[in-house]
């Protein structure tokens, strides 16, 4: 089936830094990608859909100045937390949408973020 | 928009027995999805279906749309097969590929 990647796959930050995640489909174009956002014991939740060339709608309550996302290209986006606190600390998940099927999302490995 | 129910929250088995998960929604939806996730957080897609029943090796999975009702089995269940099974669907009707997930099922399958 299609790989997504997400790079880093864990990552240990200061509070007050800003850290980026990167996830790209490997073998197919997504002009849509999505990011999830998963706190222990908790089922995930969708933080915003990034669209390539065009801004990213963010859901209710996800600060769009807090975290950063860019969809240059059909095979990659990127999520910045800035300025990251304790409470940003997280697992964050990415899927990505094949256009040649537009129900089909494949899921990335996730990133876990610890802030200190 | 769309509430997802899974049952049961927590399930515990024994190797070879087969299990049985269940997914409720409410609004209607063009397709619904079965995840796996496995104790360090990667998802797996199990399964995308609309209709019907689908099989791969050990999983079925299947779908009433008119009861609003999918159900994940796993046949001869196996320790590896120990994870949270999430079931997700559409947001609402005109969603799109936006979901929204269910609260997941810890499986656990003893040797």
């Known amino acids: 089936g299609a790989v997504v990647s997400q790079h880093p796959s864990w990552v240990i930050c200061k509070s007050g830094t800003s850290v980026k995640i990167e996830c790209r489909s490997l073998d197919f174009q997504a002009t849509t990608m999505f990011w999830y956002r998963q706190f222990p014991k908790q089922s995930l939740m969708l933080m915003a859909t990034s669209n390539e060339g065009s801004k990213a709608t963010y859901e209710q309550g996800v600060e769009k100045d807090k975290f950063l996302i860019n969809h240059a290209s059909l095979t990659l986006s990127t999520l910045t937390v800035t300025s990251a606190h304790p409470e940003d600390s997280s697992f964050y998940i990415c899927?990505?949408?094949?256009?040649?099927?537009?129900?089909?999302?494949?899921f990335g490995p996730g990133t876990r973020l610890t802030v200190l | 928009k769309n509430e997802v129910e899974q049952s049961p929250q927590n399930l515990t088995a024994q190797e070879g027995e087969f299990i049985t998960i269940n997914c409720s929604y409410s609004v209607g939806i063009s397709a619904l999805h079965w995840l796996q996730q496995h104790p360090g957080g990667g998802i797996v897609s199990l399964f995308m279906?609309?209709?019907g029943k689908k099989k791969h090796g050990r999983l079925i999975a299947t779908i009433n749309i008119q009861e609003k009702h999918s159900s994940l089995h796993i046949t001869a269940s196996h320790p590896r097969d120990s994870a949270v099974y999430i079931c997700a669907v559409p947001r609402s009707e005109t969603s799109g590929s936006r979901l929204t997930f269910g609260e997941g099922t810890q499986l656990t399958v003893n040797p």
């Open positions: 279906l609309s209709s």
């Open positions: 899927s990505a949408r094949d256009w040649t099927s537009a129900d089909t999302q494949y």
